[in-house]
């Protein structure tokens, strides 16, 4: 038997904000809140357990390593990427250089807090 991913977990300033941000871009949900002040994430229709892993925002005040070691990368699923890129733009997304040279099929973004994620060409269907 193998291991699944069952949770990303994200430290963060603001995990309200961050929360929001993140329910917005991929259309999940609140799924709960600890006493510790993280909020966790996840589709609205699986929650935890289910076939992708939830998000959790756990309050912290260490400032942002310089370089990520780990980045989320994100697909437009109804709509093209230069839609979804507008899009998420709109909900507090900035472009983040990174070094690309302008000819890559994806976009760098960040978040409200600056963590880097990559908004990708291929249109995925919904699960």
Do not use: Y
Not at 45 to 59: H, K
Not at 94 to 118: K, M, Y
Request: charge should be negative; aromatic fraction near 6%; include cysteine.
């Amino acid at each position: 038997m193998a291991c699944r991913i069952s949770e990303l977990v994200l430290d963060c300033v603001d995990p309200e904000g961050l929360a929001a941000f993140w329910s917005e871009v991929l259309g999940w949900v609140e799924l709960g809140r600890e006493d510790d002040g993280s909020i966790e994430i996840g589709p609205p229709d699986a929650g935890f357990g289910g076939p992708q892993p939830t998000l959790v925002f756990l309050p912290g005040t260490d400032p942002r390593p310089p370089k990520l070691r780990l980045h989320l990368d994100v697909n437009p699923t109804d709509r093209d990427q230069d839609a979804e890129l507008e899009r998420l733009l709109a909900l507090g997304a900035r472009r983040a250089d990174i070094g690309q040279t302008g000819s890559e099929a994806w976009h760098v973004l960040a978040d409200p807090e600056g963590n880097e994620f990559c908004l990708l060409r291929r249109r995925l269907g919904p699960l």
